[in-house]
């Protein structure tokens, strides 16, 4: 790990590279220098990083720049891996590197799905885990957590409806008891105290009678 992390900071020398959370390499680039070096991560023999693994978006709200998009990379020849981290606003696109990993192209449009993160040079940038009518951005940390609308079938009109989000308030009462817990009597206790038979109580004379 610590030479590869020499080789990375003497391959990139104006950018960040730091070891973190004790066995993870994570590299960070400027946006602009990100396609150059995506290539010289994946072509270069000391790297050979010939898999995109995964990319994925993360929101800092109280950042200038809130997002940071992070590609998870793996050479299977040397065994080895490697983070790489580049940080954006939500107008400033980020290069894409579909062109190196072709894999890339779902990742982005997730991202783009999720965070509403823009990658110049992606000619595919659809919905991927949404509606395509879906508004807004649902991984976004100011996100409402019940959404703008919701979907539901119209057994009348034949066909999915969408409508805003109405809670009533019976909805917001929840009892967090166990049920379990919450019953004082089960079904079928009734019975048997109906059936229950009392027993003789002692009297004086046998209690008397006592040791």
């Not at 994925?56 to 790489?84: H, I, M």
Request: proline share 8%; with cysteine.
């Amino acid at each position: 790990m610590a030479q590869l992390a020499d080789q990375v900071a003497a391959a990139f020398p104006r950018e960040s590279v730091s070891l973190e959370r004790g066995a993870e390499l994570v590299l960070r680039l400027r946006r602009e220098a990100l396609p150059e070096a995506m290539l010289t991560l994946r072509d270069d023999p000391r790297f050979a990083f010939e898999q995109c693994m995964d990319i994925c978006g993360t929101d800092w709200p109280e950042k200038p720049e809130r997002f940071e998009v992070v590609y998870n990379l793996l050479s299977l020849a040397l065994n080895q891996r490697l983070r790489v981290v580049v940080s954006t606003d939500a107008a400033t696109p980020v290069p894409s590197v579909a062109s190196v990993w072709p894999s890339a192209t779902w990742y982005e449009r997730e991202a783009w799905d999720m965070y509403g993160i823009v990658f110049a040079g992606q000619t595919d940038l659809r919905r991927l885990l949404t509606d395509y009518g879906f508004e807004g951005h649902p991984l976004r940390k100011d996100f409402p957590l019940t959404g703008y609308v919701e979907v539901r079938y119209d057994e009348e009109r034949k066909q999915v409806v969408y409508e805003p989000v109405a809670l009533t308030q019976d909805f917001r009462n929840f009892d967090f008891l166990s049920p379990w817990e919450a019953l004082t009597t089960l079904p079928g206790d009734e019975k048997v105290h109906l059936n229950r038979l009392e027993t003789p109580k002692p009297s004086q004379a046998d209690e008397g009678a006592k040791p």
